[in-house]
């Protein structure tokens, strides 16, 4: 079972950036396609970003163009670099395979706040 720890959240200004980081551990990570999604208050989960393993991206139209993921298969770690941020950003980042192999597989997530 992978075992995944969200960081780089906070509060930054609209129009700003934060980079969040997502380390895994488990062999699984390697050969998985993985995914940041993202909590709002009030709404339910939604995925905003994929990234197989061999580095092909997919984003959800509400971030398409300013959000950027990547990832280090020798660093079990996926990157989600958000640009232009707007309050609609606001919420709790999760990073997880994708699709998630279930209601346990979450971790803490990270909070990112947008302030107008």
């Known amino acids: 079972q992978v075992q995944l720890v969200e960081s780089g959240g906070g509060l930054v200004q609209a129009g700003g950036s934060l980079r969040l980081s997502c380390a895994a551990s488990?062999?699984?990570?390697?050969?998985?396609?993985m995914g940041w999604y993202r909590q709002a208050p009030g709404k339910q989960r939604e995925l905003v970003a994929t990234?197989?393993?061999?580095?092909?991206?997919n984003y959800a139209d509400s971030v398409k163009g300013r959000f950027t993921t990547s990832r280090d298969n020798a660093k079990n770690t996926v990157y989600l670099q958000m640009n232009s941020l707007n309050a609609a950003d606001t919420g709790v980042y999760y990073c997880?395979?994708?699709?998630?192999?279930?209601?346990?597989?979450w971790g803490q997530g990270t909070q990112v706040t947008v302030s107008s």
């Open positions: 488990g062999t699984i990570f390697s050969i998985s396609t």
């Open positions: 997880n395979i994708n699709p998630p192999p279930g209601p346990r597989s």
């Open positions: 990234i197989t393993r061999g580095g092909t991206t």
